[in-house]
């Protein structure tokens, strides 16, 4: 089974710029859970979708936003961009039944 | 914040057994104990988890002691590709319900040949 996809890799942006980032979960997994990583601030959970809902919300600003299609495919969305949103953005993905979170490769965002 | 306390670093030799302490004394009836590794700019792999007997996988096997107020990952032999950064996660099973993972900032792992 294939595991958690994310596009693109690496993203160079500029400041004011916006965003968007993708994941594909793994076949079967509803939920879909965005992280944020940052040197100083270690991995922090961005939020959580769950056929096509938000169920979960970290503390981030409303310039992180998210959404999920039908088939769980997962986008996020970052406005305004700024110089400390530089990161590792990580998605993860996990079924009803094994609530395991399975992480993608992470999408390196660079703002310049 | 996160609900676990680890030692910032640990060193192993190759081919030797691997030992990583978490403390978790504040852990609730219902929480799991997780664990995932980071190697290097790539996404946390999941590991093992538990709830209060050991388990082990092909991966690791996870000690819990009696009280649920610490465990320990035990990597039995570990090569060059287990030095990683290892979190340790204190997290609710609800069925159906909404989940986040709280990381902290975990234990880097080096083994040394």
């Known amino acids: 089974k294939a595991g958690v996809t994310q596009t693109p890799r690496y993203l160079i942006k500029t400041r004011g710029q916006q965003v968007t980032l993708s994941c594909s979960p793994i076949s079967g997994h509803r939920s879909v859970s965005w992280y944020q990583q940052t040197p100083g601030q270690g991995l922090q959970f961005l939020f959580e979708?769950?056929?096509?809902?938000?169920?979960n919300k970290g503390n981030f600003p409303g310039r992180f936003s998210g959404r999920q299609f039908s088939n769980s495919r997962s986008e996020m969305n970052v406005s305004t961009l700024e110089l400390g949103d530089s990161a590792l953005y990580l998605c993860?993905?996990?079924?009803?039944?094994?609530?395991?979170?399975?992480f993608g490769p992470g999408t390196r965002l660079t703002v310049l | 914040d996160a609900k676990t306390t680890q030692p910032p670093s640990m060193d192993c030799a190759e081919g030797r057994a691997a030992n990583l302490p978490c403390n978790h004394s504040?852990?609730?009836?219902?929480?799991?104990v997780y664990w995932y590794r980071q190697i290097h700019s790539q996404g946390p792999q999941y590991i093992i988890h538990g709830l209060k007997n050991n388990e082990t996988n092909e991966m690791a096997s996870l000690i819990i002691t009696e009280d649920r107020k610490s465990s320990t990952l035990i990597l039995p032999h570990a090569t060059l590709r287990d030095t990683a950064v290892y979190y340790c996660?204190?997290?609710?099973?609800?069925?159906?319900?909404?989940?986040?993972?709280?990381f902290g900032k975990g234990t880097k792992l080096t083994v040394n040949p």
């Open positions: 979708y769950f056929s096509e809902t938000q169920r």
């Open positions: 993860a993905s996990s079924s009803t039944s094994e609530v395991t979170q399975y």
């Open positions: 504040t852990i609730s009836g219902n929480e799991y």
């Open positions: 996660i204190v997290r609710v099973l609800s069925q159906g319900g909404s989940e986040k993972l709280v």
